[in-house]
């Protein structure tokens, strides 16, 4: 029996270094956003207790979402 197998397999060893590297950036990129947003839902206590305010978290957030738009 013969299975086929997905297009990535295909692909040139070439091009399977860049895709890694891109699928580790984007994990680093979600795991990013959501402890920010854990953050963002946290006591005021809490976030006192690490050294951080709501006003850190936003500022990270918008200086993060501007260099991502500027490349």
């Given at each position: 029996m013969l299975v086929n197998l997905p297009m990535l397999v295909n692909l040139p060893l070439v091009a399977v270094g860049p895709l890694v590297d891109w699928l580790?950036?984007?994990?680093?990129?979600?795991?990013?956003l959501k402890a920010m947003d854990e953050l963002s839902d946290a006591p005021d206590d809490?976030?006192?207790?690490?050294?951080?305010?709501r006003d850190d978290i936003?500022?990270?957030a918008f200086r993060r979402?501007?260099?991502?738009?500027r490349g």
């Open positions: 580790d950036r984007r994990a680093d990129q979600k795991a990013q809490m976030l006192s207790d690490i050294g951080i305010s936003t500022t990270y979402s501007a260099s991502r738009r």
